[in-house]
């Protein structure tokens, strides 16, 4: 089982990517959030320069948000800085598009565009919206030996594990982002997304260190409401009370800006330790050497660890640690 990282995309990310190799992480991915988070390919592009074997990525590229040339000229000029080493992550859209004041893009939009995301890279011609178009890149440019470029889908549920099934290369999942989500057929294509922290021994995991690096995972599940693993508690039920107590014109944009990055201040009263331990990934070592042993078990081919928080680099530390990854 392969085991990477996925960052929210912020303006240290790259020299957290070059950590991530040195420890031995096979992955390094970044959010596409740009209301709120860095432009990914910048900070890919950044990365590709610090590192020569992690694997960049960015997760998730949304069809209503990115034309699909500029999503595939990007991936080109990424991939002429990293050759071999890139990914693109394909999905629906969540707060990228809710951050927006739009919905997610449905399963058709997302096959299409991995479709035509394709061929592009693959230098043919295809038709979009209408039009002829193509990459066109002539020698000066760098970018003229164009190759495939593995595209993943991101899935929730089992319509998006079928489009992933007809048309990627993988699958990206959180078996916590809904109600209907679980770790079923097409395991050996299927990485997992994976939130919290290492606890030290003993450790509160209410404590502001735990807070502060497990917390806004615990804050996005009050964020997904009734499918998420949080409902029906007392800490949700009074999320639900306070967001809707916001003008509806601007809920979206209080709902998702700390999206798995940082707990906002009116969710911070909310986050404690039994809601931390039921909502992510945080244990101490032994507990959470145990949970990778259950993945293993189940045959997924990877997973992508998602430190937060202010101490990024404790974070890859003990996880890596927790892991066994050779440091390179």
């Known amino acids: 089982m392969e085991i990477g990282v996925i960052f929210p995309a912020t303006a240290t990310t790259p020299e957290h990517v ?53 999503t595939a000229g990007a991936a080109a000029t990424l991939e002429a800085l990293a050759p071999g080493r890139v990914v693109i992550v394909v999905g629906t859209g969540f707060t990228s598009q809710l951050m927006i004041g739009k919905s997610p893009a449905t ?52 319509k998006g594990y079928a489009v992933g099934e007809r048309v990627a290369d993988g699958i990206l999942t959180n078996v916590s982002h809904g109600s209907q989500n679980s770790i079923g057929a097409g395991a050996a294509r299927l990485f997992v997304q994976f939130n919290g922290t290492v606890l030290e021994p003993g450790e509160d995991p209410g404590s502001d260190r735990v807070i502060d690096a497990a917390g806004a995972t615990a804050a996005f599940q009050l964020h997904i409401g009734g499918d998420g693993v949080a409902v029906a508690t007392p800490e949700w039920r009074e999320y639900e009370r306070q967001i809707h107590a916001i003008d509806e014109r601007r809920r979206h944009l209080e709902t998702h800006r700390g999206h798995l990055i940082e707990v906002l201040p009116m969710e911070r009263p909310l986050i404690n330790g039994p809601l931390i331990l039921k909502t992510t990934e945080t244990r101490e070592a032994p507990q959470m050497r145990a949970r990778l042993e259950e993945l293993r078990a189940s045959g997924v081919a990877g ?26």
């Not at 988070?37 to 992690?54: E, Y």
């Not at 039009?131 to 000066?140: E, T």
């Open 107 to 158: 399963w058709r939009e997302v096959e299409s565009y991995v479709t035509a995301l394709r061929g592009l890279l693959s230098g043919e011609e295809i038709e979009w919206d209408g039009s002829v178009i193509g990459l066109k890149y002539g020698a000066l440019t760098g970018l003229d030996a164009l190759g495939p470029v593995p595209i993943w889908v991101a899935a929730h549920g089992p």
């Open 303 to 328: 997973l992508l660890y998602g430190p937060q928080g202010h101490d990024i680099a404790r974070e890859l530390r003990a996880f890596a640690d927790v892991a066994q990854l050779r440091a390179r």
């Open 18 to 70: 070059e950590l991530a190799e040195h420890l031995g992480y096979s992955h390094a991915f970044v959010f596409d959030s740009p209301s709120f988070l860095a432009d990914p390919w910048m900070v890919l592009a950044l990365a590709a320069q610090r590192t020569s074997k992690i694997i960049l990525g960015v997760s998730v590229l949304t069809p209503r948000l990115r034309h699909v040339v500029a």
